[in-house]
């Protein structure tokens, strides 16, 4: 619940009514691809050989390289 608040700007009672009221888990949805966003913002503002390795931006990093495979016809899982 606290990054709920963290990420959204709201007290813990507004936070909780939302995750009791977000049935298909668009909250959560929202974290992940705000997570996403964060590590790329990381990963390109990173100086040649300080490429953040956290589970976020190797999470990045394996979706872009899959992206960038599909669109060329490669497999690469």
Not at 11 to 24: I, K, V
């Amino acid at each position: 619940m606290s990054r709920v608040c963290e990420e959204f700007g709201c007290l813990p009672d507004a936070a909780r009514r939302a995750l009791e009221n977000d049935y298909n888990g668009a909250l959560f949805q929202i974290l992940d691809l705000r997570g996403l966003a964060n590590a790329k913002s990381r990963i390109d503002s990173a100086t040649k050989g300080e490429v953040p390795t956290d589970r976020a931006a190797q999470r990045y990093l394996r979706l872009h390289l899959e992206s960038v495979g599909k669109d060329l016809g490669i497999d690469t899982s």
